[in-house]
């Protein structure tokens, strides 16, 4: 043969090489046609905006029409776009103008500023009195070149794949129960129904294009037939979302659908390469699985350590320095004084606990510690991303337990019980310099952490279908409907922590001073953290499970019961009860719940105490070398 025909033939053989290679599958053509049905929505939506007068209220309803249909394509192709580039989402559906990134990734880089788009915000901005055509053409704008970002080869790339699918559709799932029914990012409450019937069928085309490009690791007939019968079920309700039956449509159906796509992700090995995965547990086959999301690192310094007798052993030591006062500066008081286990790791003897000079109050109450591993951040403020940091921060705190470092390293090395069991535990840590206060505060930290590792009533509900109360679950639904606690505590862990579980929400809710609404707290909260406008007087959102056995209320400890924390956030927050509150993120508007409504709320609240087995408390203390520290009392004096 010829060398020129030998050179054409490769060359042939390369270009239809690189043709099959390039050839879109339909699959990508889903991606691709619901991308540019979305873009074309949004310029006809520009379009609309240029053309109407926006303060008539028929103009208004143009806009508001021309901002729901480009929802609805928004809401088909949402299981890609929220998964493949988070950030750009919140310039498509951003549900705050601006917010601060409190991700997990503030574990490595400050908070930073993050400006919102797109078309809650264009809805929400449409409603003001003061609204012009320039700012909402903007927010449109941003939102277009949002859409464009989705176009990279970076992310269309992951389409020629099958590994990004199932942690798609697993956060999908995720929102499904947490996100999608509560209107947190759907300003209008009428079109909640609609955009989620809209999406379980733009989803179930997902599926039939994916399973057409990949019939090797395909959706399973045993997802896609559940998942018809959960669309039948979601066209079967009301189309006022304050009638949706949240509760059967988590626990029949998408902890379920949940379950089979984690399996298909272990089944099929797939392999992520996204940051929204950064703390999910494969394994877990249940929302409501305890190991769903991992925020914090327990074991502190013994990180290493996987040997079940030496974590016992470490947990042993780590419950007598719980108790033991030691490690205060005055040996007076103990990490117990505060957080009582018998009162769930909290104090509900006082609205707030003394200072350690006993000449005051803190500032604050005291926060179970149960749950806590459940937060990327800590304290109220967020100062803390590790369960260590924030231990040592108290026990060296002059108004906590105001102790030394050293000092306190020296008196717990006096006792030889202490001392000889850490010289065992150094050896297994990578600490080169001998024993430090992280070997006695991880000990600590893996000590309490345990009581975050069970379930209550409601759980067991959603895990294992045992029955709850009528009441519960129609507390549950007005949890997630009509009194819009879920558009701030979040599914599973009713805390601040929503899907992906990467990021923890902080809220401006107006919280008084006292009961009489005379004045808002004085606590500037996060700001003094991360000072900015819009973190002025915000709080960590907490856990409401246990929150029965968790009294008092709120970060400055005012409400001493569920029926006056009800009524606060009843009447619209701080705002609602005529306190100046200009950043204020609650909704003002009064939520209008009746007397019944507020008792099927708390019934829901207890349904979430949670089965804990307290130990009791050591019957002694490890003795001390020096004979002035072997008079201190078990849990401290005060």
């Not at 729901?68 to 949402?78: F, T, V």
């Not at 704008?141 to 942690?167: E, G, M, P, V, W």
């Not at 300003?187 to 990949?214: C, H, W």
Request: charged share 25%; hydrophobic share 35%; aromatic share 12%.
């Amino acid at each position: 043969m010829k060398k020129a025909g030998l050179i054409s033939i490769i060359v042939a053989i390369a270009i239809c090489s690189f043709s099959l290679e390039k050839k879109e599958t339909e699959y990508h053509k889903c991606y691709i046609n619901g991308l540019n049905a979305l873009y074309n929505e949004q310029v006809s939506l520009e379009e609309k905006i240029k053309n109407t007068d926006i303060t008539s209220e028929t103009g208004k309803d143009i806009i508001k029409k021309g901002i729901s249909e480009a929802r609805i394509k928004l809401k088909n192709i949402d299981l890609w776009l929220r998964y493949f580039e988070p950030v750009a989402y919140n310039k498509i559906n951003g549900p705050l103008a601006v917010e601060w990134e409190n991700e997990v990734f503030e574990k490595y880089e400050k908070p930073y500023r993050r400006e919102g788009a797109g078309l809650s915000l264009a809805e929400l901005y449409l409603n003001d009195k003061n609204a012009n055509k320039d700012t909402l053409f903007h927010l449109i704008q941003l939102s277009l070149n949002a859409i464009k970002t989705f176009q990279a080869d970076s992310i269309t790339r992951q389409l020629d794949t099958f590994d990004h699918f199932f942690y798609a559709n697993r956060l999908f799932l995720l929102n499904l129960a947490a996100v999608y029914t509560t209107g947190f990012e759907c300003p209008d409450k009428k079109n909640i129904i609609a955009e989620l019937r809209s999406m379980l069928v733009g989803v179930k085309n997902i599926y039939l294009t994916y399973n057409q490009s990949f019939p090797l690791t395909p959706v399973t007939k045993s997802y896609l037939d559940l998942y018809e019968k959960t669309i039948v079920f979601v066209n079967d309700q009301s189309e006022d979302f304050t009638a949706f039956n949240h509760f059967i449509f988590i626990r029949n159906y998408v902890n379920p659908l949940f379950a089979i796509n984690q399996k298909l992700i272990n089944d099929y090995d797939a392999r992520s390469r996204s940051f929204n995965d950064y703390t999910l547990n494969n394994l877990s086959h249940s929302i409501f699985d305890k190991a769903l999301y991992t925020p914090q690192n327990t074991k502190g310094i013994y990180s290493l350590v996987a040997d079940q007798k030496t974590l016992d052993e470490i947990k042993h030591i780590g419950k007598l320095l719980f108790y033991d006062p030691i490690l205060s500066g005055n040996n007076e008081r103990s990490c117990a004084s505060c957080h009582k286990p018998t009162q769930y790791f909290t104090d509900t003897t006082s609205q707030t606990s003394l200072v350690f000079n006993r000449l005051g109050v803190l500032p604050r109450n005291t926060p179970s510690l149960i749950n806590v591993v459940y937060n990327h951040l800590l304290m109220l403020d967020g100062k803390h991303i590790s369960l260590q940091g924030q231990a040592k921060d108290v026990m060296t705190n002059p108004k906590e337990m105001g102790g030394d470092e050293n000092e306190l390293l020296n008196k717990v090395l006096s006792c030889s019980e202490y001392k000889k069991a850490f010289k065992k535990f150094q050896k297994l840590t990578p600490e080169e310099n001998g024993i430090t206060l992280d070997h006695i505060i991880s000990a600590i930290t893996y000590y309490y952490s345990e009581f975050s590792n069970y379930y209550s009533p409601f759980d067991e509900a959603m895990n294992d279908n045992k029955t709850i109360n009528d009441e519960s679950i129609k507390g549950f639904n007005l949890f997630m409907g009509k009194a819009q606690c879920a558009t701030c505590h979040f599914v599973p862990q009713f805390n601040g922590v929503k899907p992906p579980y990467i990021s923890s929400e902080f809220e401006v809710l107006g919280v008084p001073a006292d009961k009489d609404y005379k004045k808002i707290s004085e606590d500037n909260g996060r700001y003094n953290i991360n000072p900015a406008p819009e973190t002025y007087k915000a709080f960590r959102t907490g856990s409401i499970r246990n929150a029965q056995f968790t009294k008092p209320y709120m970060h400055n400890g005012v409400f001493s019961s569920l029926e006056e924390v009800i009524d606060f956030y009843d009447a619209g927050g701080g705002t609602g009860k005529n306190l100046d509150v200009k950043n204020q993120t609650l909704s003002a508007d009064s939520l209008k719940l009746t007397k019944i409504e507020k008792n099927e709320l708390i019934s829901f609240i207890h349904s979430l105490n949670e089965n804990i087995i307290f130990h009791t408390p050591p019957e002694k203390l490890p003795v001390s070398s020096n004979k002035e520290l072997n008079g201190r009392k078990v849990g401290g004096e005060y």
